[in-house]
């Protein structure tokens, strides 16, 4: 079992920065990605980011050049930065990690995000 808990969410104004992070525990030897998603009210979750354990990042289009995935394997920590955020952006995020299995799909509880504008 792999857990996971997010910090960093909050208020932020329109255009500004915010930084998540995740802290994964257990079995981390499992992971082999990890990713971001989000869900705004009255919407599906959707991907925002994902990580590999080989460090390459992928972006959904909507955050391209202005969000960056990032891990720190020595402390298990993911990081989403986000710039210049819009109103859209505004929702739950959910740190996910995924392993080899079917039945490695974790995902921590959420952090809010919500832009001020």
């Known amino acids: 079992q792999v857990q996971l808990v997010e910090s960093g969410g909050g208020l932020v104004q329109a255009g500004g920065s915010l930084r998540l992070s995740c802290a994964a525990s257990?079995?981390?030897?499992?992971?082999?990605?990890m990713g971001w998603y989000r869900q705004a009210p009255g919407k599906q979750r959707e991907e925002v980011a994902l990580?590999?354990?080989?460090?390459?990042?992928n972006y959904a289009d909507s955050v391209k050049g202005r969000f960056t995935i990032s891990r720190d394997n020595a402390e298990n920590t993911a990081y989403l930065q986000m710039n210049s955020l819009k109103p859209e952006g505004s929702a739950v995020y959910y740190c996910?990690?995924?392993?080899?299995?079917?039945?490695?799909?974790?995902w921590g509880e959420g952090t809010q995000v919500t832009d001020t504008a």
């Open positions: 996910h990690a995924a392993g080899p299995g079917a039945e490695d799909d974790y």
């Open positions: 257990g079995s981390i030897f499992r992971i082999v990605a």
């Open positions: 990580i590999l354990n080989n460090g390459r990042p």
